[in-house]
């Protein structure tokens, strides 16, 4: 069965640091897309990255780059510089391409927060 | 602006209570979901609409149930209220092909308090 883990539910980083949010994932489909959410206090959920399966090259978004290791079944989030803004709760998801259903899983999620 | 439209933002019910959540989008996607997110749970999938006409059980259907009026709407109705439906509830739609259009398009939430 298909599942995110994020084993960090709170990270501090200063800013103009990078951080990395760690994203592990299990499935036994050979085709599956990863996604990357920010949901700031305000609550809205925003869409940073996605890494499919078959892509050779990890994805990169701007300051948002994704670390995918596919061996190992991660899928990374790296931020470049931090800022003040990008303090908020981030989400892994993942979405399996073979199946007839076609919805992500979420992880439990990690708390960012960038000091000054 | 093209979107997912979710009401109401708030609301405060009675235990045993009934409301219906609505949500509608306009990007002619094939498939919207309901999710409930809690503290430390993430977001758990309520119910789910492949396609217009059909309905699906998610992780956590208990104390509700779901209408996908048209291929614009689905709506989410609480029948008796509890306590644990406090939450902040989710409407999301997407493309049902692979790629980046995957992904959700979220509605804006509905803070729900079960008093």
């Known amino acids: 069965a298909q599942k995110i883990t994020q084993t960090q539910p709170g990270m501090f980083v200063q800013e103009k640091e990078a951080v990395t949010l760690d994203c592990t994932y299990d499935t036994s489909d050979q085709s599956y897309g990863l996604f990357w959410y920010k949901q700031p206090s305000s609550g809205e959920m925003i869409f940073l990255i996605y890494?499919?399966?078959?892509?050779?090259q990890n994805a990169t978004e701007g300051r948002y780059s994704l670390n995918f290791q596919k061996a190992r079944k991660s899928a990374n989030l790296v931020i470049s510089a931090s800022q003040l803004g990008d303090s908020a709760m981030y989400f892994c998801a993942m979405r399996e391409y073979g199946g007839a259903t076609n919805k992500l899983i979420f992880g439990t999620g990690t708390l960012l927060a960038v000091q000054p | 602006n093209a979107g997912v439209t979710q009401t109401p933002k708030f609301q405060v019910l009675k235990t045993g209570q009934s409301m219906t959540l609505q949500c509608a989008q306009d990007?002619?996607?094939?498939?919207m979901y309901w999710y409930r997110q809690d503290p430390g749970m993430g977001l758990r999938l309520i119910y789910y609409s492949a396609s217009e006409g059909t309905t699906d059980k998610g992780e956590v259907p208990n104390g509700y149930n779901v209408s996908r009026l048209n291929k614009r709407e689905f709506s989410l109705r609480l029948e008796s209220a509890a306590p644990s439906q406090t939450s902040v509830y989710f409407c999301?739609?997407?493309?049902?092909?692979?790629?980046?259009?995957?992904?959700?398009?979220f509605g804006s939430g509905t803070r729900l308090t079960v008093v």
């Open positions: 990007m002619n996607h094939n498939s």
């Open positions: 999301a739609s997407s493309e049902g092909v692979p790629g980046p259009q995957a992904g959700y398009t």
């Open positions: 890494q499919g399966s078959y892509d050779e």
